[in-house]
């Protein structure tokens, strides 16, 4: 007799800049009979060559990731590991970027602070399609901030391309040219040709003011 077939495993990539952190979730999960681990990550590009490489069936993503932000790693997963489901985590209810994860494909939004239950609840949710908010965020918050910013100006930050968004992240983290063009494999004049265009398109005039703008933005935080 042949033996009952194993459940296929939740494949999960943890991304988080913190190890400390990281490593507790990656224990939380590993717990869990049906998740498994296959890699982990400490900045957003590490997790999006590890996502392309792996193609986990859930990311669980900090929103602030650093270098290139969660946020910015879940705009470029399309393409670099289309069918992967993303959950972001989070350290405050920003209904911000609850908006722009959920828009941009997130299926799950949980905070550090919460429950560790919400963060299997939201993986497991995530592998099978679904949407989880984990409290006290809600899809009526969500619609409510959703339909305050529709009356709001066009965001200049759409009309950047993913490259601008890079280099305008790892900017703001601080990076000099020839640092951002080791990480991204271009050269450094490749890279402050990127910057002066999205300093152009976002009317930066300077590398503070775009480092004020990541800020103001929450793309990056100051470190505490």
């Known amino acids: 007799m042949q033996p009952a077939s194993k459940t296929t495993d939740i494949t999960v990539l943890v991304a988080d800049g913190h190890d400390f952190v990281r490593a507790g979730i990656v224990a939380l999960l590993e717990s869990e009979a049906d998740l498994q681990i296959v890699g982990e990550a400490a900045d957003g590009i590490g997790t999006l060559r590890l996502a392309e490489q792996l193609r986990p069936t859930v990311a669980l993503l900090d929103v602030m990731l650093p270098g290139v932000s969660g946020l910015e790693v879940l705009r470029q997963m399309p393409s670099r590991a289309p069918g992967m489901r993303a959950v972001m985590l989070a350290t405050h209810d920003n209904p911000a970027h609850l908006l722009e994860a959920t828009r941009v494909g997130a299926l799950g939004y949980v905070l550090k602070g919460g429950q560790p239950a919400e963060i299997v609840r939201a993986v497991r949710a995530a592998a099978a399609g679904r949407r989880y908010l984990a409290p006290p965020l809600s899809e009526d918050i969500l619609a409510t901030y959703a339909a305050e910013m529709a009356d709001s100006m066009p965001d200049p930050y759409e009309t950047l391309s993913a490259r601008e968004r890079e280099v305008l992240h790892l900017t703001a983290a601080g990076c000099t040219s020839a640092e951002a063009a ?13 910057r002066a265009t999205l300093m152009h398109k976002l009317n930066l005039a300077t590398r503070r003011e775009v480092v004020h703008y990541a800020l103001r933005r929450g793309i990056c935080l100051i470190d505490d």
């Open 182 to 194: 080791r990480q991204l494999f271009i050269s450094p004049r490749t890279v402050e040709g990127h």
